[in-house]
């Protein structure tokens, strides 16, 4: 329960981390802002939303890593629960052996096999 949690939050924060990176805008456009362009951003206050965005995206990133630490340690313990099963280490595994081929296969008894003949006619015709 509390793993669905963690990874609910997890996500989130990484839908809302891509988000946050997307709006801010990059350091080009202070230089446009300085002659008049951004003055109408004023959303956030006088000192726009540069200050608001990067502290919110710290706090989003931090939460970030958080999640995904508390994911590897939930990792770990079920990976750590598998262990524990109880199975016998391989190399003490009995592992049957198959019999050979050769000792399935009925042995028949040695007949006298006639001889054959070294013409190319068949028996059939050679009588005749």
Not at 21 to 30: D, H, N
Not at 76 to 92: C, F, I, M, R, Y
Not at 104 to 109: A, C, F, N, S
Request: no cysteine; glycine share 10%.
């Amino acid at each position: 329960m509390l793993e669905t949690v963690v990874v609910v939050f997890h996500l989130l924060g990484a839908l809302g981390l891509v988000v946050l990176v997307l709006l801010q805008q990059g350091k080009g456009a202070e230089a446009g802002a300085s002659f008049g362009a951004g003055a109408s951003n004023t959303v956030f206050g006088s000192q726009g939303s540069a200050t608001f965005l990067s502290k919110f995206t710290a706090i989003l990133a931090a939460s970030f890593f958080i999640t995904a630490l508390g994911l590897g340690y939930f990792a770990k313990e079920k990976a750590h629960q598998l262990t524990q099963v109880g199975l016998p280490d391989p190399a003490v595994l009995e592992v049957k052996q198959q019999k050979p081929a050769t000792d399935d296969v009925p042995v028949l008894q040695e007949q006298q096999a006639p001889a054959s003949n070294t013409g190319d006619v068949p028996p059939a015709q050679e009588q005749k």
